[in-house]
Structures are given as C-alpha cells and as structure tokens.
C-alpha cells in the first residue's frame, strides 16, 4: 500500500511539471505556490491521523516520504525535460545554468559582477549562450534590431511583474497601454519642458560647485559617488514632489535615499531569481507600504502646491495612468533619474582621472564658452565633440545598467541575429558585453573620446551603442539626463583638475573593480581632489 503511496507521489511530481510548470508564467505566484504547498502539508498530516490510524509522529515522518517522493519525480521530470527535451537543449552553454536559474547567483556572488563573466561567456561559447533554463543571452550586433526594432514582435516578459498588479511605465508588458502612456513621458522630456527645468538645475548645479569650491580651497578630499548621488536625488525630487531633499545642503540624506541604499545590493541578487524576490516582497509587505505610504504623502503635498514653472509632475499628471499609480511612477522617476545619472558622471570622473591628458583637451574645448555663476547653459554645450566623447565613452564602458533588459519571443519563435530561436523563450541582449565587442567598437576596451567625432571608424555599429535602451521601450528621460550630464560635466572641468587623492590609490582601484550590477551599478565611494584652475571666466 505504501509503495503505491510513493509511486503515486513520483507520476504526480512528473505530472505536475509536465501538464503544470513546464507551462505558461509562474514567478509571480511563487509565494501562493508557497502557501498552498504549506496548507496540502499541514492537511496531508491531518488526514493520516484521522483516516490512517498514524500517530503525530508518524504522520509527519510519512507525510515528509511522500513529500520528497512528489518532490522526486518533479524535479527528475525538470531535469530531464531542461537537459535533453527544452527547446534550448542544443544551445551552448554550462551544463548547471541549463538546469537552475540558481548558477546565475552563485556567479553573482559575492561582487554581483556577473555582466563581467558574461563578456567571458561569450568569448568562450559564441554569440549564444544559455544563462538560465529558459534563457540566452546574445552578443552580436545584429540581435539589437531584431529584438528592440520596430519591426520586432519580441515583447517584455514576466520579469517585468515585479510590482504586479500595479506596474510603472518601465514594467508595462501591454504595448497598447505603453503607448497610451508613454507621450505623457515624452513630453515631460521635450525641449520646452527641459527649458523650464533648467534654472532650477542651475540652483542645484551651484550648491554642488560650492561645496567643490570649499573642498578645493581646503585641499580636502570628495566622495564624488556621493557628492553625485545626493546632487541627482536633490534634483529629481525638486522637479517630482516641488521640494527637494536638499542632501547637498544639510549633509543628511532623506530617508527614501537611504533605503534605497540599504536595498540595493540585496536587491541585485533577488532580481536575479524573480520568484524569490516574489516572496520576499510579500514577506516585507508592511515595510513596502511604509514607503508607498511616504510617496503618498509626499505627492499629495505636491498636488496643492503652486510652483512657478512646470516640473515633471505638472506633466505627468495629465495622465489617467500617472494618477491611477502615483506611487510606483514616482518611484521609477526617482530611481531613474537620480541614480543612473550620478552613476555615469561618477565614471566620467574616474576616467578622467585615468586619462588626464582630456581634462585639458576639454577645457580647452570650454574656455571660451560664456558662463553664469560658473554654469554653462546647455545650448552652448550642445555638440561639443570631447564633451559628448567623454559622456559616450563612459556610457560605453561603465553603462549604468550593464545587464541589458530581457524579452521574450513571441508563441511561433523569433529569427534573432540569423538564428531562429523558439517561442516563449526569455532573451538578452547584455549592454556591456555588446559595448566591448570587437565587431561593434574597434579597440572596444580603449578609452578614446574621439571615435564619437574625428574617428568615426571606431564606431562600427553604432546601433548596439545602448545606455539608454532603444526602439519603443527605450529611456523617455534621455534627453534631461544627457542634458544634466553635459552641465555638470562642463562646469566641473572647466574649473577643477581633478586627481585620485593622494594616498587612496587602493579605493579608487576598488572604485572601479566592486561595481556591483543591482539592474543599475552600484558604487563604492571614489575619493578625489579639486585643484581650482588659474584662469576661471
């Protein structure tokens, strides 16, 4: 009687992957699976005690057999089905990422610098690799237009519901609802928008200098990543709530940005295996409505407030999709416009530093250019061809969000870089990998500003250049963030020679080597020293 127990356990374990798991979307439901396993066990117990005639002990031992024994057959049917019957079987890749999306976090470990090893990856299998059971990763030019291109039927998948049922316009997996909504974005980005915005940048933009200046006076040191990070939070929360959290100023970080600090790293490795971050996220539900309840007040402010130019939210809140989720908007604002931005001046810094000799060749370039309180308008700076090198050259070497994004095929597959790839599969197309590839950037680990102007022959496949995403999905905020990049990187080197500080050679080395890949970089502090230039406007 109890083998037949046991067998019937196993061909459910097999059924279940078969007929259940192996078909359609299931991370999001990870802790109501959870739930439910929990409630057959506690139930199975119970069973065997009131119609088996077993003890508490026993029923538990028996029920913990019978457990393992469905467990058995599930996971033997998994692993059968990924190594020799999954679509992807023949694609190359190691042999413990074909069966557990789990390798990709012991790679992870403990630096989350995985889009490093799958430059490696790449170098050693080819333009596919397969990353996880149901995913691969491809490195070749040609893959960027025929998985973001118009023309594409290749859509977002399901690690994209991570704030299920209420996404932002970043984890909209309707096209018909992000094309709805994405004009709104557009227009808070458009050049008479970014007019308005631009005094109150400058308001910002001279706190910092300020603080540069009183640095370079003293002959102190500065935590660029942090002078940045708080510069850029400053910013976005000026332009999305009307009242900034004016971290330059009072030297004491609004808690929003501090709890995005303490979830970063932790969250890099939970994006990593999206139905642990499912649970982990219902898990820490009261601490989640903590913070929404914080947006919440925050923007309820903002919506009785009169402000003399339009901000972000004047924009956005012409949109019955902006109102209908304030909260998970608004975070995707502050992240992306904050973040992303002082992670790409925090590099340009870096390189700067490493390679001296274009701190003078810019300034030289921004000498003459007409200032305001040290500031430099944007038009002036619109073109500048070290100026735009230096900004891209970062953007290509440290992008801010390294890992790329994924996609899925559509159900009748998908012909991606001359390779047909099946339906429903999840694909990549990883940002660094393809920003340090031979066939896309010639000397693509160079650092050479000039191959965005007098060396166009460097640039081999401009289109695979991607920090800011492209086709339909790509960043609305690209033209502020190109904006601010430009402002503050002008204003900076036109005033300041900037070095590594003496002595600290080791964490600026550290700088460089521990940027953490949490969807965006994560930076460790990079201490450096401002000498004032002789001849300042």
């Not at 890749?93 to 069966?99: D, H, K, Q, S």
């Not at 960027?144 to 977002?156: L, M, N």
């Not at 339909?472 to 690209?478: P, R």
Request: with cysteine; glycine share 6%; aromatic share 10%.
């Amino acid at each position: 009687m109890q083998n037949r127990l046991y067998i019937t356990a196993v061909l459910t374990g097999i059924l279940l992957h078969a007929i259940v798991f192996s078909r359609h979307e299931w991370d999001r439901h990870a802790p109501r699976i959870v739930i439910y396993a929990y409630v057959l066990y506690v139930a199975a117990v119970g069973l065997l005690i009131v119609k088996g005639g077993f003890t508490f002990g026993q029923s538990i031992l028996e029920t913990l057999i019978l457990g393992a024994a469905l467990l058995s057959g599930l996971f033997g049917s998994m692993v059968t089905y990924r190594l020799f019957l999954h679509p992807l079987h023949l694609f190359p890749g190691p042999l413990v990422a074909r069966l557990t999306s789990f390798w990709v976090i012991q790679q992870s470990i403990p630096d989350l610098k995985f889009y490093v090893k799958l430059r490696g990856l790449h170098d050693r299998y080819g333009d596919f690799v397969r990353i996880r059971p149901r995913e691969v990763s491809i490195c070749h030019p040609d893959a960027v237009i025929d998985v973001h291109g118009p023309r594409s039927r290749i859509r977002k998948g399901e690690w994209y519901d991570l704030t299920y049922p209420h996404p932002n316009l970043q984890a909209v997996r309707d096209p018909e609802l992000h094309r709805k909504q994405r004009p709104y974005w557009d227009k808070a980005f458009q050049s008479n928008a970014l007019q308005e915005y631009t005094p109150r940048l400058a308001a910002h933009y001279k706190i910092l200098m300020s603080m540069f200046d009183s640095h370079a006076t003293l002959g102190t040191s500065v935590d660029a990543s942090g002078a940045f990070l708080d510069l850029f939070f400053d910013v976005i929360s000026d332009l999305t709530f009307g009242k900034s959290f004016n971290g330059l100023t009072t030297k004491q970080r609004s808690p929003i940005v501090e709890e995005f600090l303490k979830r970063q790293r932790p969250g890099g490795f939970l994006l990593l295996h999206i139905p642990i971050l499912h649970i982990v996220r219902q898990l820490s539900m009261k601490t989640i409505k903590k913070w929404e309840h914080w947006y919440e007040a925050a923007l309820e402010a903002r919506k009785t407030m009169r402000t003399e130019t339009s901000d972000i939210y004047t924009y956005l809140s012409k949109s019955d999709g902006f109102m209908s989720n304030l909260v998970g908007e608004a975070e995707l604002i502050m992240v992306a416009g904050a973040d992303t931005n002082a992670i790409t001046i925090t590099n340009v810094c870096y390189l700067m530093c490493r390679h001296p000799e274009y701190q003078t060749k810019l300034y030289e370039e921004l000498a003459e250019l007409p200032t305001i309180d040290g500031i430099i308008d944007d038009q002036h700076l619109v073109g500048k061809p070290y100026l735009t090198g230096i900004i891209n050259e970062a953007l290509r070497l440290h992008p801010p969000a390294p890992s790329g994004v994924q996609r899925l095929t559509p159900p009748e597959g998908a012909v991606i870089a001359g390779r047909y790839i099946p339906g429903d599969i999840v694909v990549t197309t990883p940002t660094y990998s393809l920003h340090r590839d031979p066939r896309t950037f010639a000397r693509p680990n160079d650092f050479i500003p000039e191959r965005w102007s007098s060396k166009p022959e460097l640039v081999l496949r401009k289109e695979a250049f991607l920090p800011f995403g492209y086709g339909a999905y790509n960043c609305s905020g690209k033209p502020l963030a190109m904006l601010q990049l430009r402002m503050v990187v002008a204003m900076i080197f036109k005033q300041f020679e900037v070095s590594f500080a003496p002595d600290k050679e080791l964490e600026c080395q550290h700088f460089v080597d521990h940027q953490a890949d949490c969807f965006t970089l994560h930076l460790e502090p990079l201490p450096l020293l401002l000498k004032k230039r002789q001849t300042v406007d």
